[in-house]
Protein backbone atom coordinates (compact mmCIF):
# COMPACT_ATOMS: atom_id res chain seq x y z
CA UNK A 1 0.00 0.00 0.00
CA UNK A 2 1.23 3.80 -0.70
CA UNK A 3 0.63 7.04 0.50
CA UNK A 4 0.78 10.00 -1.40
CA UNK A 5 0.94 13.28 0.55
CA UNK A 6 0.37 15.89 -2.24
CA UNK A 7 -0.89 13.58 -5.21
CA UNK A 8 -2.91 16.97 -6.74
CA UNK A 9 0.95 18.36 -7.26
CA UNK A 10 1.73 19.08 -11.16
CA UNK A 11 -1.91 17.96 -12.28
CA UNK A 12 -3.14 19.88 -15.57
CA UNK A 13 -6.34 21.65 -14.94
CA UNK A 14 -7.56 20.09 -18.94
CA UNK A 15 -6.97 16.73 -17.83
CA UNK A 16 -8.61 16.88 -14.74
CA UNK A 17 -11.64 18.17 -16.19
CA UNK A 18 -11.65 15.37 -18.73
CA UNK A 19 -11.74 12.74 -16.40
CA UNK A 20 -14.11 14.39 -14.43
CA UNK A 21 -16.37 14.95 -17.60
CA UNK A 22 -16.11 11.03 -18.57
CA UNK A 23 -16.78 9.87 -14.71
CA UNK A 24 -20.14 11.94 -14.78
CA UNK A 25 -20.59 9.89 -18.67
CA UNK A 26 -20.23 6.72 -16.57
CA UNK A 27 -22.86 8.14 -13.83
CA UNK A 28 -25.17 8.67 -17.00
CA UNK A 29 -24.73 5.29 -18.43
CA UNK A 30 -25.30 4.00 -15.52
CA UNK A 31 -22.21 2.06 -15.30
CA UNK A 32 -20.78 3.71 -11.45
CA UNK A 33 -21.84 2.13 -8.01
CA UNK A 34 -22.08 5.11 -5.86
CA UNK A 35 -24.40 5.23 -2.25
CA UNK A 36 -25.06 8.54 -1.32
CA UNK A 37 -22.76 10.11 1.27
CA UNK A 38 -23.25 9.78 4.70
CA UNK A 39 -23.25 12.77 7.62
CA UNK A 40 -21.97 12.83 10.63
CA UNK A 41 -22.55 16.29 12.37
CA UNK A 42 -20.84 17.92 15.27
CA UNK A 43 -21.88 21.81 16.58
CA UNK A 44 -19.75 23.21 14.03
CA UNK A 45 -19.10 21.26 11.23
CA UNK A 46 -19.44 17.64 9.62
CA UNK A 47 -18.10 15.19 8.11
CA UNK A 48 -19.06 12.63 5.11
CA UNK A 49 -18.00 9.19 4.04
CA UNK A 50 -18.50 8.18 0.38
CA UNK A 51 -17.81 4.89 -1.36
CA UNK A 52 -18.20 4.00 -5.01
CA UNK A 53 -16.81 2.27 -7.50
CA UNK A 54 -15.76 2.27 -11.33
CA UNK A 55 -15.59 -0.86 -13.33
CA UNK A 56 -14.46 0.69 -16.47
CA UNK A 57 -11.54 2.28 -14.26
CA UNK A 58 -11.21 -0.77 -12.50
CA UNK A 59 -10.85 1.66 -9.14
CA UNK A 60 -13.03 1.39 -5.79
CA UNK A 61 -12.72 3.31 -2.70
CA UNK A 62 -14.29 5.79 0.25
CA UNK A 63 -13.21 9.38 0.40
CA UNK A 64 -13.82 10.96 4.46
CA UNK A 65 -13.81 15.07 4.48
CA UNK A 66 -15.31 17.23 6.99
CA UNK A 67 -16.46 20.69 6.24
CA UNK A 68 -15.95 23.24 9.18
CA UNK A 69 -16.66 27.21 8.11
CA UNK A 70 -14.86 28.51 10.82
CA UNK A 71 -11.60 26.73 10.12
CA UNK A 72 -9.82 29.16 8.22
CA UNK A 73 -10.04 31.59 11.33
CA UNK A 74 -7.69 28.88 13.28
CA UNK A 75 -5.55 28.22 10.15
CA UNK A 76 -7.25 25.19 8.74
CA UNK A 77 -8.91 24.62 5.43
CA UNK A 78 -12.50 24.62 5.60
CA UNK A 79 -12.54 21.41 3.77
CA UNK A 80 -9.93 18.72 4.15
CA UNK A 81 -10.16 15.05 3.17
CA UNK A 82 -8.05 11.59 2.77
CA UNK A 83 -9.34 9.08 0.25
CA UNK A 84 -8.33 4.95 0.61
CA UNK A 85 -8.87 3.12 -3.06
CA UNK A 86 -9.21 -0.60 -3.32
CA UNK A 87 -8.34 -3.45 -5.15
CA UNK A 88 -12.04 -4.53 -6.44
CA UNK A 89 -10.83 -7.84 -6.82
CA UNK A 90 -9.37 -8.42 -3.45
CA UNK A 91 -10.65 -5.70 -0.99
CA UNK A 92 -7.14 -5.14 -0.37
CA UNK A 93 -6.25 -0.71 0.38
CA UNK A 94 -3.54 0.05 -2.11
CA UNK A 95 -3.06 3.40 -1.42
CA UNK A 96 -4.29 6.34 1.17
CA UNK A 97 -4.08 9.97 -0.19
CA UNK A 98 -4.19 13.25 0.81
CA UNK A 99 -7.23 14.06 -0.87
CA UNK A 100 -8.06 17.75 0.24
CA UNK A 101 -6.38 19.49 -2.86
CA UNK A 102 -7.59 16.68 -4.65
CA UNK A 103 -11.37 17.92 -3.84
CA UNK A 104 -10.66 21.42 -4.33
CA UNK A 105 -10.11 20.34 -8.12
CA UNK A 106 -12.66 17.88 -8.73
CA UNK A 107 -15.23 20.05 -7.50
CA UNK A 108 -13.74 22.73 -9.85
CA UNK A 109 -13.61 20.44 -12.18
CA UNK A 110 -17.52 19.17 -11.85
CA UNK A 111 -18.11 23.06 -12.33
CA UNK A 112 -16.03 23.69 -15.83
CA UNK A 113 -17.28 20.26 -17.14
CA UNK A 114 -21.16 22.27 -16.43
CA UNK A 115 -20.18 25.38 -17.45
CA UNK A 116 -18.54 23.65 -20.92
CA UNK A 117 -22.19 22.29 -21.87
CA UNK A 118 -24.46 24.51 -20.43
CA UNK A 119 -23.03 28.21 -20.55
CA UNK A 120 -24.99 30.54 -23.09
CA UNK A 121 -21.99 31.51 -24.72
CA UNK A 122 -18.22 30.21 -25.90
CA UNK A 123 -17.07 33.27 -23.85
CA UNK A 124 -18.66 34.43 -21.05
CA UNK A 125 -18.17 37.29 -17.96
CA UNK A 126 -17.98 35.39 -14.57
CA UNK A 127 -19.04 36.34 -11.75
CA UNK A 128 -17.95 34.81 -8.25
CA UNK A 129 -19.98 34.82 -4.84
CA UNK A 130 -17.52 33.41 -2.23
CA UNK A 131 -13.56 34.07 -2.77
CA UNK A 132 -12.42 31.08 -1.10
CA UNK A 133 -10.35 28.06 -2.41
CA UNK A 134 -13.53 26.80 -4.39
CA UNK A 135 -13.58 29.93 -6.18
CA UNK A 136 -10.13 29.60 -7.05
CA UNK A 137 -10.87 25.77 -7.95
CA UNK A 138 -13.76 26.97 -10.17
CA UNK A 139 -12.32 30.02 -12.24
CA UNK A 140 -9.45 27.68 -12.97
CA UNK A 141 -11.87 24.86 -14.31
CA UNK A 142 -13.70 27.14 -16.01
CA UNK A 143 -11.10 29.36 -17.47
CA UNK A 144 -9.85 25.96 -19.26
CA UNK A 145 -13.39 24.99 -21.09
CA UNK A 146 -14.82 29.04 -21.43
CA UNK A 147 -13.07 32.05 -22.45
CA UNK A 148 -13.87 34.38 -19.81
CA UNK A 149 -13.70 37.89 -20.67
CA UNK A 150 -14.43 39.68 -16.92
CA UNK A 151 -14.59 38.42 -13.30
CA UNK A 152 -16.33 39.92 -10.68
CA UNK A 153 -16.14 38.83 -6.99
CA UNK A 154 -18.04 39.26 -3.67
CA UNK A 155 -16.98 38.14 -0.43
CA UNK A 156 -18.51 38.45 3.16
CA UNK A 157 -14.73 39.85 3.44
CA UNK A 158 -14.36 42.26 1.09
CA UNK A 159 -10.19 42.16 1.80
CA UNK A 160 -10.58 38.28 1.45
CA UNK A 161 -12.10 39.59 -2.60
CA UNK A 162 -9.58 42.17 -2.90
CA UNK A 163 -6.99 39.46 -1.92
CA UNK A 164 -8.51 37.04 -4.66
CA UNK A 165 -8.40 39.50 -7.34
CA UNK A 166 -4.65 40.51 -6.91
CA UNK A 167 -3.88 36.46 -7.47
CA UNK A 168 -5.55 36.92 -10.41
CA UNK A 169 -4.07 40.06 -11.68
CA UNK A 170 -3.29 39.21 -15.07
CA UNK A 171 -7.26 38.83 -15.60
CA UNK A 172 -10.29 41.73 -15.61
CA UNK A 173 -10.77 40.92 -11.90
CA UNK A 174 -12.80 43.14 -10.07
CA UNK A 175 -14.76 43.57 -6.62
CA UNK A 176 -18.07 44.16 -7.15
CA UNK A 177 -21.38 44.35 -5.02
CA UNK A 178 -23.45 41.34 -4.68
CA UNK A 179 -26.04 42.68 -7.18
CA UNK A 180 -23.31 43.12 -9.83
CA UNK A 181 -21.51 40.53 -9.51
CA UNK A 182 -24.84 38.54 -10.67
CA UNK A 183 -25.24 40.41 -13.74
CA UNK A 184 -22.85 37.58 -15.31
CA UNK A 185 -23.18 34.81 -18.08
CA UNK A 186 -21.95 32.77 -15.72
CA UNK A 187 -22.18 32.72 -11.50
CA UNK A 188 -20.47 30.21 -9.31
CA UNK A 189 -21.87 30.43 -5.71
CA UNK A 190 -19.56 28.93 -3.39
CA UNK A 191 -20.41 29.72 0.57
CA UNK A 192 -21.84 28.37 3.39
CA UNK A 193 -25.08 29.99 3.85
CA UNK A 194 -28.17 28.61 5.38
CA UNK A 195 -29.96 31.04 4.08
CA UNK A 196 -30.54 32.30 0.25
CA UNK A 197 -27.99 35.29 -0.20
CA UNK A 198 -28.54 35.58 -4.38
CA UNK A 199 -32.07 37.09 -5.28
CA UNK A 200 -34.50 36.21 -7.62
CA UNK A 201 -34.38 39.62 -9.24
CA UNK A 202 -30.67 40.04 -9.66
CA UNK A 203 -30.65 36.99 -12.42
CA UNK A 204 -30.77 37.80 -15.68
CA UNK A 205 -32.45 35.54 -18.55
CA UNK A 206 -29.55 32.79 -20.31
CA UNK A 207 -27.36 33.02 -16.92
CA UNK A 208 -26.28 29.56 -15.57
CA UNK A 209 -25.37 28.78 -12.25
CA UNK A 210 -22.95 26.64 -10.71
CA UNK A 211 -24.41 26.22 -7.21
CA UNK A 212 -21.69 24.70 -5.13
CA UNK A 213 -22.00 25.73 -1.91
CA UNK A 214 -25.33 23.89 -0.77
CA UNK A 215 -23.81 20.53 -0.03
CA UNK A 216 -25.69 19.47 3.10
CA UNK A 217 -29.23 19.33 4.52
CA UNK A 218 -30.29 22.79 5.41
CA UNK A 219 -27.96 24.85 3.28
CA UNK A 220 -29.25 27.06 0.60
CA UNK A 221 -27.50 29.80 -1.39
CA UNK A 222 -30.26 30.91 -4.09
CA UNK A 223 -33.84 32.49 -3.88
CA UNK A 224 -36.04 29.75 -4.34
CA UNK A 225 -37.52 31.85 -6.77
CA UNK A 226 -34.80 31.56 -8.96
CA UNK A 227 -35.05 27.89 -8.88
CA UNK A 228 -38.58 28.00 -9.89
CA UNK A 229 -37.86 29.61 -13.56
CA UNK A 230 -34.39 28.29 -14.03
CA UNK A 231 -33.88 24.45 -15.47
CA UNK A 232 -32.23 22.65 -13.05
CA UNK A 233 -29.71 20.01 -13.26
CA UNK A 234 -27.84 17.99 -10.26
CA UNK A 235 -24.86 15.12 -10.06
CA UNK A 236 -26.80 13.19 -8.49
CA UNK A 237 -30.57 13.07 -7.88
CA UNK A 238 -30.36 11.20 -4.69
CA UNK A 239 -27.62 13.14 -3.08
CA UNK A 240 -29.23 16.97 -4.61
CA UNK A 241 -32.45 16.26 -3.20
CA UNK A 242 -31.35 15.28 0.50
CA UNK A 243 -28.57 18.15 0.49
CA UNK A 244 -27.86 20.29 -2.67
CA UNK A 245 -28.98 23.64 -3.48
CA UNK A 246 -32.89 21.97 -3.87
CA UNK A 247 -33.37 20.37 -0.52
CA UNK A 248 -34.16 23.27 1.39
CA UNK A 249 -36.80 24.51 -0.95
CA UNK A 250 -37.85 20.71 -1.59
CA UNK A 251 -38.43 20.48 2.18
CA UNK A 252 -40.76 23.66 1.76
CA UNK A 253 -42.88 22.77 -1.09
CA UNK A 254 -41.43 24.90 -3.10
CA UNK A 255 -39.92 22.71 -5.45
CA UNK A 256 -40.55 18.99 -6.68
CA UNK A 257 -37.64 16.36 -7.36
CA UNK A 258 -39.89 15.70 -10.46
CA UNK A 259 -38.73 18.95 -11.99
CA UNK A 260 -35.06 18.23 -11.84
CA UNK A 261 -34.53 18.19 -15.81
CA UNK A 262 -31.60 15.52 -16.11
CA UNK A 263 -28.07 15.00 -14.09
CA UNK A 264 -24.47 16.18 -15.62
CA UNK A 265 -23.86 13.04 -16.82
CA UNK A 266 -27.16 13.36 -18.97
CA UNK A 267 -25.57 16.58 -20.28
CA UNK A 268 -22.43 15.07 -21.09
CA UNK A 269 -24.15 12.32 -22.89
CA UNK A 270 -26.22 14.65 -24.83
CA UNK A 271 -29.30 13.28 -23.58
CA UNK A 272 -30.15 16.79 -22.24
CA UNK A 273 -29.11 20.01 -22.70
CA UNK A 274 -29.52 24.04 -22.60
CA UNK A 275 -32.77 24.47 -24.68
CA UNK A 276 -32.54 28.40 -25.77
CA UNK A 277 -29.99 31.43 -24.95
CA UNK A 278 -32.13 32.91 -23.07
CA UNK A 279 -32.95 29.86 -20.18
CA UNK A 280 -31.55 30.35 -16.97
CA UNK A 281 -29.91 27.23 -16.13
CA UNK A 282 -28.77 25.25 -12.45
CA UNK A 283 -26.08 22.82 -12.06
CA UNK A 284 -26.11 21.67 -8.49
CA UNK A 285 -23.22 19.98 -7.50
CA UNK A 286 -23.01 18.05 -4.11
CA UNK A 287 -20.23 16.27 -5.14
CA UNK A 288 -19.49 12.62 -6.15
CA UNK A 289 -17.05 9.75 -4.50
CA UNK A 290 -16.30 8.80 -8.99
CA UNK A 291 -15.42 12.20 -9.29
CA UNK A 292 -12.37 11.40 -6.60
CA UNK A 293 -11.71 8.06 -7.77
CA UNK A 294 -11.43 9.51 -11.59
CA UNK A 295 -8.81 12.66 -10.27
CA UNK A 296 -7.14 9.76 -8.06
CA UNK A 297 -6.37 7.21 -10.95
CA UNK A 298 -4.21 10.04 -12.92
CA UNK A 299 -2.65 11.35 -9.62
CA UNK A 300 -1.47 8.23 -8.89
CA UNK A 301 0.32 7.68 -11.83
CA UNK A 302 4.21 9.09 -11.21
CA UNK A 303 3.54 11.00 -8.37
CA UNK A 304 5.74 10.68 -4.67
CA UNK A 305 4.73 8.46 -2.51
CA UNK A 306 5.91 6.21 0.50
CA UNK A 307 5.31 2.58 0.94
CA UNK A 308 3.13 1.53 3.99
CA UNK A 309 3.44 -2.18 5.00
CA UNK A 310 -0.67 -3.94 4.79
CA UNK A 311 -1.52 -6.00 5.95
Not at 17 to 46: C, I, S, W
Not at 131 to 146: H, N, T, V, Y
Not at 214 to 235: C, H, M, N, S, Y
Not at 255 to 273: A, D, M, W, Y
Request: aromatic fraction near 6%; proline fraction near 6%; glycine fraction near 8%.
Amino acid sequence: MFYYQNPAEGLAIREVNRVVEEAFAEHGRGRVQMPPKLYVTFDHGDFRTMPAYIPSLSLAGVKIVNVHPGNPRIGFPTVMALLIILDPGTGIPVAILNATTLTDLRTGAAGGVAAKYLAPSRTVTLGLVGSGRQAAAQLDAIAAEREVTEIKVWSRNEKNAVSFCRKYSSLDCTVAPLEKVCDCDVLVTSTPSREPVIRDDWIREGTHINAIGADAPGKQELDPGIIQRATVFVDDPAQAVHSGEINVPIAKGLFSPERIEGTLGEVVLGRKKRMSRDEITIFDSTGLAIQDLAVAEIAMKSRERVALRFP
